[in-house]
């Protein structure tokens, strides 16, 4: 079952991107950020509050949802959508998918693992993947090599929220209630950062951009619901290999679909081939 969940969340979040990235034509990250996670806010705790056991919001592990929402989906999303604008979707989102990787250095170093040839070899890949992506050309218009930090900054807090969701969920084992505080906390956070940029003018609305990231921010939240559903009955090494395969699905639709905002080029795809092979190894030794 958990693989189920999982195959479904990576084909909800390669569509997603698609989506995302059509609304980021005529809008900013901070503007996706605060529509996906307001709409999933909504989505969320509309369901809690007729389905869930809301009781266990006083249980004390609570606290790693509310700590993994900080980290993810608040600034990791927030971050992504900042990759997607700068370096394109076809790039920025198989670097975002790394972010098991870091999961596994976490495992080793808190947790005891230990890192065998599978790993270093993962490892390899995936930096040779994202030095791949690095050095393409642009998509379209001017792209700053440096702008691939935002990507994988956005790996790393996945990384680390996917562990304290995990711990959260060896707790209470209710992926509703973990997904409305994990996402309630992180549209907080993301307020807060808009509110210290500067508030409401860096937002930029408007009808048809909104449209797609509306859109996008639906087909979001299923993604996140099915990630939680996956890691309730599976482990990390199990789910998110399967999760961090979408960006094949993503370079799919982006092929088709936007021709006219990204230029998928061999070396793209041979980059983000490599760098979700590299991420797959990592995640699923034994």
């Not at 790693?64 to 989906?73: D, H």
């Not at 990630?227 to 370079?251: K, M, Q, W």
Request: hydrophobic share 55%; with cysteine; glycine share 10%.
């Amino acid at each position: 079952m958990a693989e189920y969940y999982a195959f479904q969340a990576a084909l909800c979040f390669s569509i997603a991107h698609i989506f995302v990235r059509r609304g980021l034509a005529g809008s900013n990250a901070l503007t996706g950020s605060v529509i996906s996670l307001g709409t999933s806010s909504v989505v969320f705790w509309s369901l809690a509050l007729v389905l869930a056991p809301l009781p266990l919001l006083a249980n004390p592990a609570i606290g790693y949802f509310i700590a993994g929402g900080v980290f993810a989906p608040a600034i990791g999303q927030t971050l992504g959508y900042i990759g997607m604008e700068r370096i394109g979707v076809a790039r920025s989102s198989p670097i975002v998918n790394t972010s098991p990787m870091f999961s596994s250095i976490f495992a080793v170093l808190l947790l005891g693992e230990v890192w065998l040839a599978q790993n270093i070899l993962g490892t390899c890949l995936v930096i040779l993947g994202v030095v791949i992506l690095s050095t393409s050309r642009p998509a379209s218009g001017e792209w700053n090599k440096k702008d691939i930090i935002y990507p994988v900054l956005a790996a790393l807090a996945f990384g680390i929220s996917t562990t304290f969701r995990k711990t959260g969920l060896m707790a209470i084992h209710v992926p509703l209630l973990a997904a409305a505080v994990t996402v309630g906390t992180a549209f907080f956070v993301l307020l807060v950062i808009v509110g210290v940029m500067g508030g409401r003018k860096i937002l930029r609305f408007n009808q048809r951009s909104s449209g797609w990231l509306f859109a996008g921010a639906l087909i979001n939240s299923g993604a996140i619901l099915s990630f939680f559903s996956a890691l309730n009955v599976g482990t990390v090494v199990r789910v998110e290999p399967l999760v961090a395969c979408n960006p094949l699905l993503t370079i799919l639709w982006a092929s088709i679909f936007l021709r006219q905002l990204e230029t998928l080029t061999l070396r793209v795809i041979l980059g983000a081939l490599v760098t979700v092979a590299g991420t797959v190894l990592v995640v699923t030794v034994k």
